[in-house]
């Protein structure tokens, strides 16, 4: 292969694939079959990772074509998103030709390859073409009220300087940056994800072609609790403190009462400097239930009590930082006894710790530094006494609502998806604020709302914001002053569709064509990364529901099987100051790695291929 040249191969693939079509055409009579692989982000080169990743697809279906399926497999872009800008500001480029650039030369590679690609349904997603009708869906979600705008506290990553969605956040960083993520009060967009949380939940257990693996992340990421809530009196002006628990069988062994570090009832502290301290130390590391697990547990003893619903007993109100006010109620009853984040609290802030479960009737259990958290009878509890757990509930939760002091509840810890991002390199969102306050969609016969090409992105902040003309506009329907919305769209919206897109990619007036989706979708098979298990996978199913009524769309469910393909790993090697470097630029000489300046390299473990690590094998050197 010394005279191995991708352009001759180009040339001879492409008098194939544009001579022979035997891609994605519809013969009545066959069976269909779609499918798909997660399409590349294109970052420049593809690596061994892709390779695999294509190839498996492209297996399947030849072997289907040639069993007489009619085949969809086609190729696209998952072209928005940060490292093109950040690629830009390092390469004095705009993020347009920096991901032209990548996308012409990963194209070559792939089809250098020889995969059965119907290269005619090509898409991109920072095309035009395919973010207006983005756009018209974001249109269609603002008018059901999925799409909606609240001031919340959000994920901020200070390096990214950009809003993160809960799914974003890995072990309380940044899936891109790695850097500690902060809590940051802004007005963004939302979608209402959590109003379909009872059918993403429960359609799991139709996904037959799924591993169970990924199912179970999805269940846990939903995450619904059964319980209730119950109102708690606070001896401030008498406000009540409402409390989401999932064990109010535990009720007696509550010591303290937790609440948020943003819950309304701490304007109580409005005028306390050592809260307001307390309070950004506990927003900075406050991200999610499972990375709070592993904080230290802090709190702020406020000068508040809330009686004890069943007993004549004031018990201590705390702000808490394992508190979340987008959980429950932001509220809690603590039982040290019988949860273990409960206890280490207890401890640290001398609290009573009263056991009211045991393994056996009538017995008590002794608490060290372990709760007891398996099932068993209740005690120290009234008339609760001796129930078990589960009848202790039953019976707990009626006097609760015949006291109608509170009432059965259930909850999901799955959250609306915040989508609203600073950044340049995404999908404008088509919302208009006019000079009278009103916030409106700009027109369908004014889409798409294009990005502007001169763009500045030197400056700190968000570019489009900084924009000194783009962003001031009229208002169409009565000539009033407007400002256009300068935030852009999580670049997981352009993925959460896009196989249906492919469908009819062509197709002018609408996302797509109802009749070929129908004829298409779902995904016969599907194959990508595990990673994306509770982000593109949940988001493409929640798409896939909220766009069913409108498209008079026959699937529910976008992939009805999904094969996650594993990773191509390789070592990595780093020089002594840190910076990540290719393997082939590594020689090794007496157990020791160098550049060919003779610098010194660290060789690192094995992880899957990432060109941020640089650890890639290109295909073109093979």
């Not at 590679?109 to 207006?132: A, F, H, M, R």
């Amino acid at each position: 292969m010394e005279n191995y040249n991708p352009l001759i191969v180009e040339e001879k693939w492409k008098k194939f694939f544009d001579t022979n079509k035997i891609f994605s055409i519809k013969n009545d009579g066959k069976k269909k079959f779609y499918c798909l692989e997660m399409f590349p982000y294109p970052s420049g080169n593809i690596h061994m990772g892709h390779v695999r990743n294509y190839t498996l697809g492209d297996v399947i279906a030849n072997f289907k074509r040639l069993t007489g399926f009619n085949v969809l497999h086609p190729m696209g872009w998952d072209a928005f998103g940060l490292p093109a800008e950040n690629a830009a500001i390092q390469n004095n480029l705009h993020p347009n030709d920096w991901t032209v650039k990548n996308i012409t030369k990963m194209k070559l590679q792939l089809k250098s390859l020889g995969l059965s690609i119907d290269w005619n349904k090509e898409i991109s997603t920072c095309d035009v073409s395919y973010y207006k009708h983005q756009q018209q869906l974001f249109s269609i979600f603002f008018k059901k009220g999925i799409a909606y705008k609240k001031k919340s506290y959000v994920n901020w990553d200070p390096i990214d300087n950009t809003v993160l969605a809960n799914e974003q956040v890995i072990d309380g960083k940044g899936w891109r940056s790695g850097t500690i993520v902060e809590k940051k009060e802004l007005n963004q967009w939302f979608l209402n994800i959590t109003k379909y949380s009872d059918q993403l939940l429960e359609s799991l257990d139709n996904l037959k072609g799924w591993p169970e693996k990924v199912k179970l992340m999805q269940k846990n990421w939903i995450g619904k609790s059964i319980g209730c809530e119950i109102d708690f009196i606070s001896d401030y002006k008498n406000i009540k403190i409402r409390i989401f628990s999932t064990r109010p069988d535990t009720i007696f062994g509550a010591s303290f009462i937790a609440i948020a570090p943003d819950h309304p009832f701490t304007e109580s502290l409005r005028n306390e400097k050592n809260f307001e301290n307390f309070k950004k130390i506990a927003l900075k590391n406050i991200e999610s239930e499972i990375s709070l697990s592993k904080n230290e547990k802090l709190g702020f003893k406020t000068p508040f009590f809330a009686l004890h619903p069943f007993l004549k007993k004031k018990i201590p109100i705390y702000v808490a930082n394992f508190i979340l006010m987008d959980y429950g109620t932001g509220a809690i009853f603590g039982c040290p006894a019988h949860d273990q984040r409960d206890l280490e609290f207890a401890k640290k802030y001398n609290l009573e710790i009263i056991p009211v479960v045991s393994p056996n009737k009538s017995q008590s259990v002794k608490i060290n530094d372990q709760a007891y958290t398996d099932d068993g009878y209740i005690i120290n509890s009234d008339f609760l006494n001796n129930l078990s757990v589960e009848q202790a509930k039953k019976n707990i939760i009626q006097k609760i609502e015949e006291k109608k002091i509170g009432n059965s509840k259930i909850i999901y810890r799955l959250k609306d998806w915040g989508i609203s991002r600073q950044r340049y390199w995404g999908c404008p969102i088509p919302v208009m604020y006019r000079e009278d306050g009103k916030v409106i969609l700009v027109p369908e016969k004014d889409l798409p709302v294009e990005l502007p090409k001169d763009i500045d992105l030197s400056k700190p902040g968000n570019p489009l914001e900084n924009h000194p003309t783009w962003k001031y506009t009229k208002c169409p329907e009565t000539g009033m002053n407007a400002i256009r919305e300068t935030d852009t769209l999580d670049t997981f919206v352009d993925s959460s569709w896009y196989f249906l897109r492919f469908c009819s990619p062509k197709e002018i007036d609408k996302p797509f064509n109802i009749d070929e989706a129908n004829y298409w979708m779902p995904v016969d098979q599907y194959i990508g990364g595990v990673e994306h298990a509770i982000l593109h996978l949940l988001y493409s199913r929640f798409f896939t529901l909220a766009l069913q009524d409108e498209f008079k769309l026959k699937i529910s469910e976008p992939f009805e099987n999904l094969f996650t393909q594993g990773m191509v790993c390789h070592p990595t090697f780093k020089t002594e100051k840190g910076k990540w470097v290719f393997p082939k630029e590594v020689f090794e000489k007496n157990g020791s790695y160098f550049l060919n300046n003779n610098e010194r390299v660290l060789k690192g473990d094995s992880q899957a291929m990432s060109k941020s690590k640089k650890n890639i094998i290109d295909p073109d050197d093979i």
